[in-house]
């Protein structure tokens, strides 16, 4: 009985409009020249990536004395080799992540928009905000399935070159790493899916999309240091006392917060490497009496919580603009 | 026994400081043809567009099939099927999958899809072009598979925005009448907007003439013509032999009279009112030879020019 509930459920899911709409997303993407190039540049910049940490984590294994501090496969993803001359997955992931994501939406609307198949598609029984869930749906799903099989790629090469599986718990980090980059490639998504409703030029929009990517991850740090330099006081006759250096350095940090690059950083930081304990700045009292071991996954789950809510939450907002303005847009072109 | 199916009352759109539609009253029954007609600019889009639930219309009420577009989009639109002038196909997917896309957003299973495709691709024609991609059909094709696209989802009334926009005379006939075809064949019914009332006189039912926002006249062609003729005065053409001169001022006796004008060797009389045989009386009694009398019509070329070129003067004349 119930299985022939869910039977039916998926039945009527398939049949929907908006599995149809968001079908038709999919296969636009992957048989997409864009997607290809992207897939191919990503994938063959996480191999080597994955290359160089290859070679070099032995000595880095060499190095450490507790094996329950290993966690081979989290230093897979994080080391460089060690002439430095490659940057480690995190760093690729981070950098090309949002790309990813604002060259699959910067022209979901426009372009339809531009073509007058968004007309045809609209004068179908067709709800208006399924047409831009879809958009979000499909690329997300792309994403998704993509970013998956890059983390369990790496994982399996980890395997065969290493020849120790990954214990459990660096598994399941190694999976909510992957999860909180689909959400933040998510938020690009939705960024750039607002700017191809909002600009009716595809190129205007992509330029805004890397505009804005570009600002948070090369200017908003200066920015955010000569505010925070500024707000010194004159340092010529006095040399600042601890207290207004800890001050700063939660100013810097809550400004920083404000950028999604930022809080994704925070997240990668605390999810790969355990030993890690906190984010933000410590007091001598607070580091008193604490055993330096690595933290559990719970704990290092519970310290990142407000960033992923915050990733999450702005890719939302963007969402819920889009959607607004789309709804009252008028179509005619 | 006439249906109401498209109802329109004291319908107006405003676009900034610019009124595109005026207090706009129409209704079209069940079955008919309805041209809408105009020069370019005239509010006809708008007017579709309203229709469709597209656009919110300002002040006035429309009803389409019994439903207010605005409020029951979805339900409307799984009634009412749209042609815009340029119809947006994927132009990567083949004319027989953008049928079957559209199929199935309009809840039908991918088979069920296919199979009404094929057969509407076979009735407008394209069986030969159906697996090519539908960026590389020609204008006159996409518009048949643009027609064969709107009847997908069954639809009770199509509505077609400047359907034969771009195509040559030829294909503008196959077109039409493909369009009357279908119509008498499934009882659907037609509202066809066009600046090109030659064309489309031949299959509407009723046309109006919608020129600023404002309808004008509507009604056949034939009631069109008559309207014109009764705010215009009635016209005759007459040829005489005799002292071509003089005729002119002999003419201001007859009672009738109203205004003449001389068209090289013929003259147009316009009279107040129509002549009952008393003209060619009065003109051999003056001494003049009657060569011809012929009373003037109004053609089509004459509708189109006092409606659609002199816009702005009507009403006022």
Known sequence: MELHNVAKRIETFVNSSLWTLTRKEITDHIRSFRFNILLAIIFLTCIAAIYSALSSIRDVAAGIEDAKDMNLYLQMLTITDSSGSLPSFITFISFLGPLLGISLGFDAINKERNAHTLLRVLSQPVPRDYIILSKFLGSLAVIAAFIFSIGLLIIGAGILSMGIPPSFEEFIRIITYLVMIISYIGFWLGLSILFSIRFKQAATSALAGIAIWLFFSIFYSIIVNLIVNASLPDQLFQSISAEQQQQNYELYTNLMRLSPNFLFSEITTILLTPSYRTLGPVSMEQIVGSIPSPLGLFDSLTIIWPQVIGIISAGIICFAIAYFIFIFQEIRS | ?317
């Open chain 2, 1 to 317: 026994m006439k249906e109401n199916i498209i109802e329109l009352k004291g319908v107006s759109k405003d676009y900034k400081e610019t009124r595109a539609v005026n207090k706009l009253d129409l209704t079209i029954s069940k079955g008919e043809i309805f041209g809408l007609l105009g020069p370019n600019g005239a509010g006809k889009s708008t007017t579709i567009y309203m229709i469709l639930g597209l656009t919110k219309p300002t002040e006035g009420k429309i009803t389409v099939c019994g439903l207010e577009p605005m409020k029951n989009q979805i339900l409307v639109k799984k009634k009412v099927g749209f042609l815009p002038d340029d119809v947006g196909f994927y132009e990567n997917m083949s004319g027989l999958e953008n049928l079957v896309y559209v199929g199935k957003l309009n809840g039908l299973s991918t088979s069920n899809a296919k199979e009404r495709a094929l057969h509407l691709i076979k009735q407008v024609g394209l069986e030969e072009a159906m697996h090519k991609k539908a960026g590389k059909y020609s204008r006159g094709m996409r518009q048949r598979l643009g027609l064969a696209d709107t009847l997908m989802k069954e639809p009770e009334v199509v509505i077609m925005d400047e359907p034969t926009l771009g195509i040559d005379p030829k294909g503008i006939n196959e077109f039409l009448d493909m369009i009357q075809t279908l119509s008498k064949e499934h009882g659907i019914t037609i509202l066809l907007s066009s600046h090109q009332l030659h064309q489309v006189q031949k299959i509407c039912d009723r046309v109006g003439i919608f020129v600023r926002g404002n309808l004008l006249q509507e009604g056949d062609i034939p009631t069109l013509q008559r309207a014109l003729q009764e705010e215009n005065h009635v016209k005759y053409k007459v040829v005489v032999d005799g002292s071509l001169a003089e005729f002119p001022r002999k003419m201001e006796e007859y009672s009738n009279m109203e205004m003449m004008e001389r068209d090289s060797d013929s003259f147009i009389l316009t009279l107040t009112k129509e002549d009952d045989g008393s003209l060619a009386d009065f003109i051999t009694s003056s001494g003049y030879k009657l060569l011809a009398l012929e009373q003037l019509t109004y053609g089509l070329d004459d509708i189109y020019e006092r409606y659609f070129q002199g816009g702005e003067s009507i009403g006022t004349a």
